[in-house]
């Protein structure tokens, strides 16, 4: 599989939830190590990607921010194990998923 | 339901914020490609996926004809795309920094066979310019 299998996937947990905007990975310490799947990004209005706005402190240039903030409202986190199957152009959500913050820390 | 440990401490990594498009650089700094895209490991597809099965890992970046595709939909086939081992990488930053040299990697084979087959034999091709220095034995 490859990344761009996932990037714009549609999402659903019983019903549709949103789109696939992005998908995070977490480093292991020692150097060499895969970086592994952690979840992916959800957005309910759009498939693209946010450039960030959403997941930092990162408020300029405004009316960029603004829009983008606007256009990935309400996206959140879903966590591998709490995906139940993948399909192409499909990821159905385990029942009881749960929605973390998507903002990097 | 899964566990809700939140273990956001890590050093996290975005695929299309922090991977996608960016620059490689090889071990000496000479830029290799740029990441179109990522291999992943083997993912369970069309089947249900069972609550312990370990998450996939990237194994490659992977470089090549992707542009138009991403732009317009569809997929390059595999064939048309190199890739770089995951395990090459150095450090990640504003651009990705490979811990190997250029000419290891398949992904500068065209290069290589263009400096072999073609530019080393035109005269004088397979070295580099020698400095012109002036009468006085200074540097012109």
């Known amino acids: 599989m490859i990344i761009t299998d996932l990037l714009g996937s549609r999402v659903f947990g019983p019903d549709f939830l949103g789109f696939v905007s992005d998908v995070r990975f977490i480093r292991e310490d020692s150097a060499g190590r895969p970086a592994r799947l952690y979840g992916v990004l959800v957005s309910p209005h759009a498939r693209s990607s946010s450039l960030g706005f959403e997941r930092s402190g990162v408020r300029s240039p405004w009316p960029i921010a603004a829009l983008v903030r606007w256009r990935h409202r309400n996206s959140f986190l879903v966590r591998w194990n709490d995906i139940e199957r993948l399909d192409d152009d499909r990821i159905q959500l385990r029942p009881g998923f749960q929605r973390a913050s998507p903002e990097l820390p | ?140």
């Open chain 2, 1 to 140: 339901m899964t566990s809700n440990t939140d273990d956001q401490a890590g050093p996290w990594l975005d695929a299309q914020l922090h991977l996608l498009d960016r620059q490689v650089l090889d071990v000496d700094g000479v830029p290799v490609a740029v990441v179109d895209d990522l291999e992943l490991s083997e993912v369970p597809v069309g089947q249900e996926i069972p609550i312990d099965t370990p998450p996939p890992v990237i194994t490659a970046l992977l470089s090549g004809a992707a542009l138009a595709t991403r732009i317009f939909g569809g997929r390059p086939p595999e064939s048309r795309m190199q890739s770089t081992p995951w395990a090459d990488i150095a450090e990640i930053g504003v651009v990705i920094k490979l811990g190997v040299q250029r000419d290891t990697l398949d992904l500068a084979w065209t290069e290589r066979w263009v400096r072999d087959r073609i530019i080393g034999r035109i005269p004088g091709g397979r070295h580099i310019p020698q400095q012109e220095h002036d009468d006085d034995g200074g540097e012109s």
